[in-house]
Every structure is written in structure tokens, then in C-alpha cells.
């Protein structure tokens, strides 16, 4: 059974930072592509950040220089790390996990993050 936990999620002033972890179990985590999105009240999910399984990353223009994403295979983690925060970043955060030979997405519970200005 598949399971992304996410942490980290708070509040946080304009200009802040913080750091989302996402602990994967019950997959092969090697072989996942990682990715963060995010969902603000009315808005679709949108993609933030995303890390291959060699380790390629690639960003949302709107996170591009403040956001960074890594992912430790031997613990079956993914992390944000989120700097220079600005109200607009405000959203649920989602862990995902994307299989590309079967097409299997998986998803966390979601963390909320509240930028205050």
C-alpha cells in the first residue's frame, strides 16, 4: 500500500522560509519521479517542483530561484525547501509520486502552508 506523509506546513511571514518533507513507504522509491503541488482555495492543483529519478529537477516559473527541491533515495524522502515566501504561495502542498511505465500517480494528504503579509 502506498503511502506519502508530508510535514512541515505552517505559518510563516512574507520573506520566510520552510521546509516541506514528504516520507514515501510501500513504493520502490528509486523508480519514482517526486513532485510537489499545490492547490489554493478556488484554483487548480498546480505543479511546483519536480525531481527525477536522476536526480533532473525542474520548477514552476512562479517558484523559479526560491524554491528547491531534493529527495534522499535511501530514506524514501522528498523535500521543499521554500524561501523568500510571498502571500501568493499560500496553498495546500501535495506530495506526489508518478510512476511514468504505468501511468500511477499517488498522493499525500496535503500540508497547508499560510503566508502572512
Known amino acids: 500500500q502506498v503511502q506519502l506523509v508530508e510535514s512541515g506546513g505552517g505559518l510563516v511571514q512574507s520573506g520566510g522560509s520552510l521546509r516541506l518533507s514528504c516520507a514515501a513507504s510501500?513504493?520502490?522509491?528509486?523508480?519514482?519521479?517526486m513532485g510537489w503541488y499545490r492547490q489554493a482555495p478556488g484554483q487548480q492543483r498546480e505543479l511546483v517542483a519536480t525531481?527525477?529519478?536522476?536526480?533532473?529537477?525542474g520548477y514552476a516559473d512562479s517558484v523559479k530561484g526560491r524554491f528547491t527541491i531534493s529527495r534522499d533515495n535511501a530514506k524514501s524522502m522528498v523535500y521543499l525547501q521554500m524561501s523568500s515566501l510571498k502571500p501568493e504561495d499560500t496553498a495546500v502542498y501535495y506530495c506526489?509520486?508518478?510512476?511514468?511505465?504505468?501511468?500511477?500517480?499517488?498522493w499525500g494528504q496535503g500540508t497547508q502552508v499560510t503566508v502572512s503579509s
Open positions: 506526489n509520486a508518478r510512476r511514468i511505465s504505468t501511468d500511477t500517480d499517488n
Open positions: 510501500g513504493i520502490i522509491f528509486s523508480r519514482y519521479v
Open positions: 525531481i527525477f529519478s536522476d536526480y533532473a529537477t
